[in-house]
């Protein structure tokens, strides 16, 4: 079963703009991770952010978590076209058996 | 690329038969970890290996199990195949017992059961 969920399921922006992904999940964590997946391959992980952090930046990247609410977003900043593709969350509990949402799908537009 | 790598890329075969997909993990790593992932959703955790032996497992049935190699490849089987086993398959490697929690993914095995 799915540990959260992500919202929205799809988003569709223009080039340049910031794209907003929201995870949700029930449990207590260690950790959690965001990943991206391309056209159904493989998953590229992207940040991840423990569980006694708030916020962190990679690159475009920004990914804040609040334990309090079991909630984590993920912005995108100035996206490309590129960007398209298929967003999770993961959680881990601390013995690296991720549990993955149900995931959002981008689509950014030239 | 993550070093990870999955064979084949993609497999047809019909109900009742059985299966088996290969991983090579990330040089140095001494964990893999299977996850399915049917069409539209998230990958589900399948189970772990950690050193050659079995690390946890989700909640999938008996028919799907594992090994790890000393090499730390690694092979999933499932035995009896069920239309609803059609996914993709995907393996990643990491390494236990250090502050280094990413875990890498290959490309992942395209599944199809007829």
């Keep these: 079963s799915q540990q959260g969920e992500e919202d929205p399921q799809a988003l569709s922006i223009q080039e340049g703009e910031n794209a907003t992904m929201n995870c949700s999940y029930k449990t207590s964590i260690n950790n959690l991770q965001w990943y991206r997946q391309n056209s159904g391959r493989g998953l590229v992980h992207l940040i991840l952010i423990r569980s006694n952090e708030r916020e962190k930046h990679s690159g475009r990247l920004r990914v804040t978590l609040d334990t309090s609410k079991k909630s984590s977003s993920l912005l995108i900043t100035a996206s490309r076209a590129a960007d398209t593709a298929s967003y999770f969350c993961a959680t881990d509990k601390g013995f690296q058996k991720l549990v993955f949402g149900t995931g959002t799908r981008l689509l950014v537009s030239p | ?114």
């Design chain 2, 1 to 114: 690329e993550t070093g990870v790598t999955q064979s084949p890329t993609h497999l047809i075969k019909t109900r009742g038969q059985q299966v088996t997909l290969r991983c090579s993990s990330q040089s140095g790593h001494n964990t893999v970890s299977w996850y399915q992932q049917a069409l539209g959703q998230g990958p589900q955790f399948i189970f772990q290996y950690y050193r050659e032996e079995e690390n946890g497992r989700g909640n999938f049935p008996p028919r799907f199990s594992g090994l790890q190699f000393p090499n730390y490849s690694s092979e999933l089987n499932v035995n009896a195949l069920e239309l609803d086993d059609s996914a993709l398959y995907l393996c990643a490697s990491s390494l236990a017992g250090t502050s280094q929690e990413t875990q890498y993914f290959g490309p992942g095995t395209r599944l199809l059961v007829l």
